[in-house]
């Protein structure tokens, strides 16, 4: 098995926390993002979608989308289990997981990719260029404050945000929180349930990765 | 359990076409979206998100995000499977679902909430009004082209979009697919595998679902 990697990216962080949780060490190659290493014609034929992470197998099978990744990861090892142990549980973790990605990493995706001046054309990931729209930005920004607060009544109410273990919904919900720090977006100071959160999720040695 | 549904709406018919699929049938409630039933206090309790499907357990667990539904109904009823048998056919097929939902189906809800008279101030899912931006209607139509683009080059290559098996990755690909009609677009003449798997995913009698 082989990671395709950015080492500065926050979408690939979601698979490397993963990987620091089940203590699995992989080898990986560093994509080179900021040069566009994603868009050339070899990578393109291991990810059309032109991003990272991709886990490729021994067998060459490549795959990518991180929540993919990690569920190949759960059921080749699947201890200490991130995705939850019953049905329910797996079902609350993976509900909470798409509305972190969604909602919170995707929002914070979309202002950054439609304000940022070194991405002017690369608004959208993929193959090709698509114009920036500043109007999109502020909503992205509206969307993220609205996650902020969906997280604080969440967290108000159970201990991790996909239930009562840490699981893969904090490791999307970690990513996308510290993401918005690229935006000077932080949780605000009311949002005291989610800061305890975050503190606790970032003080554990997987979230250096 | 009983499934919470909007007979008209395409988010809930990934889960009613998993269930045909699967040979199970659920009490559902219907929830009028077009009179804001989802923005009710009573339906915010179940889902914070005001969206449906929701999948109500007995013992009152709400289960939201058409995936993590599907993820459930798959762990309790097995077979027919609809998400793989190995680790490696499943993160297939799920790395396809998510990337039918994200550059599928997510880009079609943007072109069509953008645009659509009925849905000025609704642009977003959720309780808070969030205004259209039409230059973003515009994008989410490329973004449907291109989608359809990548559709075609898998199906070039793969019977069906997860992989040799039907999957739900061909359900969330078709209703992004039919919900594209919604806009008026459709898969080009160009794309024959495309026009082919639709074709065939149509025929089947989960489609009516």
New interface residues.
């Given amino acids: 098995m082989k990671l395709y990697d950015c080492r500065t990216a926050p979408s690939p962080r979601r698979v490397r926390i993963f990987l620091a949780e089940k203590g699995l060490i992989l080898p990986t190659v560093q994509v080179d993002l900021r040069h566009g290493e994603q868009l050339t014609p070899a990578f393109q034929a291991l990810n ?2 032109c991003t990272v992470p991709v ?1 490729e ?1 021994d ?1 060459g ?1 490549a ?3 991180a ?3 990690c ?2 990861l759960e ?2 090892q699947p201890e200490p289990a991130l995705m939850g142990q019953t ?2 549980g ?3 973790i ?2 909470w997981e ?2 972190c990605e ?2 919170g990493f ?1 929002a914070v995706q979309e202002a950054f990719r439609n304000i940022t001046p070194g991405l002017r054309g690369r ?2 990931t ?1 193959a ?1 260029d ?1 114009a920036q ?1 500043p ?2 930005a502020e ?1 992205g920004r ?2 993220v404050q ?1 996650f902020f607060q ?1 997280l604080e ?1 969440r967290l108000a109410e159970s201990p991790w945000v996909g239930g009562p273990a840490y699981s893969v919904a904090d490791i999307t919900a970690l990513v996308a929180v510290d993401f918005a720090g690229w935006l000077k977006l932080e949780l605000p100071p009311a949002c005291v349930h989610a800061r305890a959160w975050h503190a606790d999720a970032s003080r554990r040695p997987s979230a250096l990765a």
Wanted: no cysteine; charged share 20%.
């Fill in positions: 059309p979608w886990l197998l067998d099978t795959i990518s989308e929540i993919a990744v569920h190949y059921a080749v049905p329910a797996k079902a609350s993976l509900m798409h509305r969604v909602d995707l608004a959208l993929g090709e698509v729209i109007a999109l909503r509206l969307r609205r969906l009544q």
